[in-house]
T-cell receptor
Framework: DAKTTQPPSMDCAEGRAANLPCNHS???????VYWYRQIHSQGPQYIIH???NNETNEMASLIITEDRKSSTLILPHATLRDTAVYYC???????????FGTGTRLQVFP | EAGVVQSPRYKIIEKKQPVAFWCNPISGHNTLYWYRQNLGQGPELLIR????????DSQLPKDRFSAERLKGVDSTLKIQPAELGDSAVYLC??????????FGQGTRLTVV
């Protein structure tokens, strides 16, 4: 079973920041937080991952709380092409196992 | 560089018939995954390979599903015989050890 809880859907206006929350209260010390997204009719796409420090790349920022029980994926300037299902996953790098939940369906509107 | 390549893209078969899916991972990626995704659900892991060894096949329905990864490169997933409930998208992914996974576009299977 997935170890994360996400809201089923969210809306965001184009050009605004999209903040997608994820709860992972049972995360263990050696588990990373991964974010993937899946645009309609495509395979999932890696976005970002982190252990305990905040991370930023060209796609997004990942904010992990100090107790590591929750995190937020931030898309700083959402575009229509960011409309997708976003999956938050916790995974132990030693097992290389990605267990997907049902994700958050983000709808970006004009 | 080419990504993960899967074929066919779509497949329609009658129930009780066999079907096979093919996956060519990214060159050099030693880990290969097969996932199944039902409509409205997240992908579900079926099997994971490290090189040619299946290291996690606990979710693979072994009565009708089989997989192989010869020479630790390409992989084939087979269903024989197919059932109506097998209709889904079958996704292949690959990764370097301890790195993010890259997914193919999937094969959409419809069993009628």
């Amino acid at each position: 079973d997935a170890k994360t809880t996400q809201p089923p859907s969210m809306d965001c206006a184009e050009g605004r920041a999209a903040n997608l929350p994820c709860n992972h209260s049972t995360i263990s010390g050696n588990e990373y937080v991964y974010w993937y997204r899946q645009i309609h009719s495509q395979g999932p796409q890696y976005i970002i991952h982190g252990l305990k420090n905040n991370e930023t790349n060209e796609m997004a920022s990942l904010i992990i709380t100090e107790d590591r029980k929750s995190s937020t994926l931030i898309l700083p300037h959402a575009t229509l092409r960011d409309t997708a299902v976003y999956y938050c996953i916790v995974s132990d790098l030693n097992t290389d196992k990605l267990i997907f939940g049902t994700g958050t369906r983000l709808q970006v509107f004009p | 560089e080419a990504g993960v390549v899967q074929s066919p893209r779509y497949k329609i078969i009658e129930k009780k018939q066999p079907v096979a899916f093919w996956c060519n991972p990214i060159s050099g990626h030693n880990t290969l995954y097969w996932y199944r995704q039902n409509l409205g659900q997240g992908p579900e892991l079926l099997i994971r390979y490290e090189n040619e060894e299946a290291v996690d096949d606990s979710q693979l329905p072994k009565d009708r599903f089989s997989a192989e990864r010869l020479k630790g490169v390409d992989s084939t997933l087979k269903i024989q015989p197919a059932e109506l409930g097998d209709s889904a998208v079958y996704l292949c992914a690959s990764s370097l050890e301890w790195s993010e996974a890259f997914f193919g576009q999937g094969t959409r299977l419809t069993v009628v």
